[in-house]
């Protein structure tokens, strides 16, 4: 069952997404050669408590950490560690919290230092696929639009989708049905409605689509090992369109 929310219930959304982007600012501003991904997690995790809040992931099926961070080869659910960033890596954030009640869940890639072309290319590629997907957000459209909308931009450029993970809904819980694919037939999949609230999370690959879950259970990696990026935002669906919960207000 897909829950809609009330006008009510998305401020509530829109308070713990807007803590997230804060908190996702603050960890980007952080991001250089030298910092280990731990210490972004350490940050994380102060951030959103010191706020009267949970992070979301620690505990959530097991996943140890307030946040994910995912370098260069993985896709996502990467664990913080010692491992040091170093100069010409990307590096995935994913960060969720719940506040009043409701789940917030946001990512973005980003350069540590100066990176290549390539790597460049990739964030750009998958950043605008996210916008791609988010402006076919409209009551009336159907789902598989939305995923539609990443692939048939992604794929065209050369680019690959990844299959084995999805975005959904979100609420008290973050994920709620329905499950939204990153790849999909337009004109298919229930048609959207007022007060749905999506986490769309494309995550592109450099190479093939296939990926592995490596020895710890979590850390997704591209079989090839070449480059992932993966960004994500929360997004209420409103009667004039779509309602970015997670971009950061100005
Ligand atoms: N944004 C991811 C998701 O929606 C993050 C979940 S990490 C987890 O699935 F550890 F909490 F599962
Ligand atoms: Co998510």
């Known amino acids: 069952m897909i829950i809609t929310k009330s006008r009510a219930e998305i401020e509530k959304m829109y308070r713990a ?4 982007a804060q908190v996702l600012k603050f960890l980007c501003e952080m991001v250089k050669p030298g910092v280990t991904t731990r210490e972004l997690d350490t940050c994380a ?3 959103i408590r010191d706020s009267g809040a949970i992070p979301t992931f620690k505990g959530y099926r097991g996943y140890p950490y307030s946040i994910c961070t995912s ?7 990467g664990f913080p560690s010692e491992r040091i960033l170093k100069e010409g890596e990307i590096i995935s954030i994913d960060c969720g ?5 409701y789940v917030g869940d946001s990512a973005v890639t980003i350069p540590v230092g100066s990176i290549s072309k390539e790597a460049q290319d990739l964030i750009n ?17 159907r789902l ?10 992604v794929e065209p450029l050369g680019y690959t989708v990844v299959r084995d993970f999805c975005g959904h ?9 329905p499950q939204v694919p990153n790849y999909g037939k337009p004109g298919k999949g229930p048609r959207l409605r007022e007060g749905w609230v999506l986490a769309i999370e494309p995550m592109v690959n450099v190479g093939s689509h296939e990926v592995r879950i490596e020895k710890d259970g979590w850390t997704v990696t591209t079989l090839d090992k070449k480059l992932s990026a993966h960004f994500e935002h929360t997004i209420a669906i409103l009667a004039e369109g779509p309602w970015i ?5 100005t």
Not at 169 to 177: D, Q, S, V
């Open 169 to 177: 809904g979100i609420g008290t819980a973050m994920h709620e049905e």
């Open 45 to 47: 995790e102060k951030l």
């Open 144 to 153: 598989y639009d939305v995923s539609y909308a990443v692939q048939s931009y």
């Open 97 to 101: 919290a719940t506040l009043g009640g």
């Open 125 to 141: 590629v998958t950043k605008n696929s996210l916008y791609c997907a988010i402006e076919k957000m409209r009551v009336g459209n």
């Open 17 to 20: 997404g807007q803590l997230v």
């Open 245 to 249: 919960l997670t971009s950061l207000a």
């Open 71 to 77: 370098v260069n080869e993985q896709v996502v659910h």
